[in-house]
């Protein structure tokens, strides 16, 4: 099954590609720091389906991030997945941001998964990742402030994610980083879940498939607040 990934959730997204029937790892390259996602997403998709000698035109399957995340480049990496799917049309999953993090993980609990989401508050969730590399979700992917987090860390605790490289001084004592080549989410690890998944029936409706933002944006909790006034 040839499987497209994207993750466009944050500064440093990456496209991959996967033959899930091939044992080789999935093709991956990052879209370049210095240019929007908007502007790279497309060519990277064709340089790294170029580069595996496919045509777009047999991709069985588009993953996507799907959130929580960037609300603009989430916006983008589901509208193109969309618009992917449905030109060739393949089918279409979407991939939490936090379970992809959770996947580029070492075996052990519990693990915190974090995410900023601006505005003193950050994207949490926690897993627990067995031998064998199985993972359950011990608190569900959600919003809350930063130092309520922080105060909610135990000694043994391990935490990853890109919040991470402004936040690693505040982490209590006994609570262990991982290596900081894993706290960025990857779209090799969401081609990985997102093939998971298909295989378990787990697919979207195309037409109803959109951005999870886990959060109102800036302008929708203004509009809120005027009408409660």
């Not at 939490?96 to 989401?117: F, H, K, M, R």
């Not at 982490?171 to 969401?190: C, D, K, N, T």
Request: aromatic fraction near 6%.
């Amino acid at each position: 099954m040839k499987t497209l990934a994207m993750e466009t959730s944050g500064r440093r997204g990456s496209v991959a590609v996967w033959d899930s029937a091939n044992p080789a790892p999935p093709s991956e390259i990052s879209l370049p720091q210095e240019a929007q996602t908007a502007e790279s997403l497309i060519v990277i998709i064709d340089q790294v389906i170029s580069k595996c000698g496919w045509s777009t035109g047999e991709l069985d399957l588009i993953c996507v991030t799907q959130g929580p995340g960037s609300f603009t480049g989430l916006r983008i990496g589901c509208v193109t997945a969309k618009v992917l799917a449905f030109a060739v049309d393949a089918k279409i999953v979407g991939v939490n941001t936090l379970d992809v993090l959770a996947e580029n993980s070492s075996a052990g609990q519990p693990l915190w998964c974090v995410i900023d989401a601006g505005r003193g508050q950050c994207f949490v969730a926690c897993y627990s990742i067995d031998a064998s590399g199985h993972r359950q979700v011990s608190v569900e992917p959600q919003l809350m402030a930063t130092e309520t987090w922080l105060s909610r860390l135990t000694p043994n605790d391990r935490v990853t994610g890109p919040l991470l490289s402004t936040l690693g001084e505040l982490l209590p004592a006994g609570v262990e980083p991982l290596s900081s080549e894993s706290w960025m989410p990857r779209a090799e690890f969401v081609a990985r879940i997102g093939a998971r998944n298909f295989e378990h029936g787990h697919t979207a409706n195309l037409w109803d498939f959109s951005p999870n933002y886990f959060r109102l944006s800036a302008a929708e909790e203004k509009k809120n607040r005027a009408k409660q006034s």
